[in-house]
């Protein structure tokens, strides 16, 4: 029988913030690589610890998060 998705929390804390994103993954593996892709999209640049919790609430991943490059920061808006 095919194991089905399941929900993970993913959280990164850094010195100011916390970031919090909920996604359905096959594994905390995947869910990870979905996070620190959210992460890249949304310009979030600081460096901290990510933790992935299962549906019950238990951390079963955690890893350091590290912006690669400054692409990693999204630039600024200029008014129009």
Same mark, same amino acid.
């Given at each position: 029988?095919?194991?089905?998705?399941?929900?993970?929390?993913?959280?990164?804390?850094?010195?100011?913030?916390?970031?919090?994103?909920?996604?359905?993954?096959?594994?905390?593996?995947?869910?990870?690589?979905?996070?620190?892709?959210?992460?890249?999209? &949304?310009?979030?640049?600081?460096?901290?610890?990510?933790?992935?919790?299962?549906?019950?609430?238990?951390?079963?991943?955690?890893?350091?998060?590290?912006?690669?490059?400054?692409?990693?920061?999204?630039?600024?808006?200029? &008014?129009?």
């Amino acid at each position: 029988m095919a194991k089905r998705e399941e929900f993970f929390e993913c959280t990164l804390g850094s010195d100011n913030n916390e970031y919090r994103f909920h996604f359905r993954a096959w594994n905390a593996e995947d869910a990870e690589a979905h996070f620190r892709e959210a992460l890249h999209a &949304n310009g979030v640049a600081v460096p901290g610890t990510l933790l992935i919790r299962d549906p019950q609430g238990r951390v079963v991943r955690h890893s350091a998060y590290t912006p690669t490059s400054q692409a990693d920061v999204r630039a600024p808006i200029a &008014n129009a």
